[in-house]
C-alpha cells in the first residue's frame, strides 16, 4: 500500500482455490478513483468498469468496490449525528452516489459511514437500499498496536441479502518499506513483486 498525488494505492494479490489461479488488482482511491486488474498467463493490464466493480472476488462477499471505498469521496453527503458503534462514539454521513454508479447500481441509494470521533478512522460502512433497508455492510473488529502504528487486524464483510458473512484477518504486515516510485503505476501490474524479508514481517498475535 502506498501514497500519490491522486490518494491512497494498493496492489493486491487474490488467490482462489483454483490450482495456480492467480489474480492482481490495482486499487486508486482518492477522488479520480480507478481499479486495474492483471490475471496472468500474458494477459493484459486493464481497467474494471463500474458495473465490474461489484462483481465478487475469489469466492468472497468482498468487492473491488468495497476495497477502493470511492464513498469516502462523494460530494453528496448528510451528516446524520454521532451514535456509538462498538463502544465508542462515531460521526455518521450518509453518503449518495454519483451518476455513473448510480445507473451501474440502482438498488445502492447511498452508503452510510461511520467515522471514530477521536481518532478519524472509518469504523463501519454500511450500503443501503430503498426504504433505507441495509444491502451490505463492512465492519472493523478491532485493531493491533504494531510498534507505534495501528494495523487493522480483522474486518467483517456481511451480504445482508444472502446472509453470507466473509471475516478478514491480518496475520502479519511488514512496516517503513521504502517502494519504488513506478511500483503503483497500472502498467507495472504485471511485475511480479519480491515480498519483504521474512525479518521485516511483524506477526499480529491472537
Not at 463502544?87 to 447511498?110: K, M, N, S
Not at 469504523?123 to 494495523?151: C, H, M, P
Not at 451480504?159 to 484477518?169: C, G, I, L, P, S
Request: aromatic share 8%; no cysteine.
Amino acid at each position: 500500500r502506498g501514497h500519490n498525488d491522486r490518494g491512497p494505492v494498493s496492489r493486491v494479490v487474490l488467490r482462489p482455490h483454483a490450482p495456480g489461479a492467480k489474480r492482481r488488482l490495482l486499487v486508486q482511491n482518492g477522488p479520480p478513483s480507478a481499479v486495474w486488474s492483471w490475471s496472468g498467463a500474458g494477459g493484459p493490464v486493464a481497467p474494471l468498469g463500474s458495473a465490474a466493480l461489484f462483481t465478487p472476488l475469489a469466492g468472497t462477499d468482498l468487492t473491488a468496490f468495497d476495497l477502493q471505498m470511492p464513498f469516502i469521496y462523494w460530494n453528496d453527503f448528510v451528516f446524520e449525528g454521532v451514535v456509538p458503534v462498538r463502544g465508542r462514539p462515531a460521526h455518521v454521513f450518509l453518503l449518495y452516489p454519483p451518476a455513473d454508479i448510480a445507473a451501474q447500481q440502482p438498488e445502492l441509494t447511498g452508503v452510510r459511514v461511520y467515522i471514530d470521533t477521536q481518532f478519524g478512522a472509518l469504523v463501519q460502512a454500511e450500503q443501503i437500499g430503498d426504504n433505507n433497508r441495509d444491502l451490505k455492510s463492512i465492519t472493523v473488529l478491532d485493531l493491533k498496536k504494531v510498534d507505534d502504528q495501528w494495523i487493522v487486524k480483522t474486518i467483517d464483510v456481511r451480504d445482508e441479502r444472502t446472509r453470507n458473512k466473509t471475516q478478514f484477518t491480518i496475520t502479519g504486515a511488514a512496516l517503513d518499506l521504502d517502494f519504488s516510485g513506478g511500483l503503483f503505476e497500472p502498467a507495472r501490474l504485471a511485475d511480479t513483486i519480491t515480498p519483504p524479508a521474512a525479518s521485516r514481517i511483524r506477526r499480529l498475535s491472537p
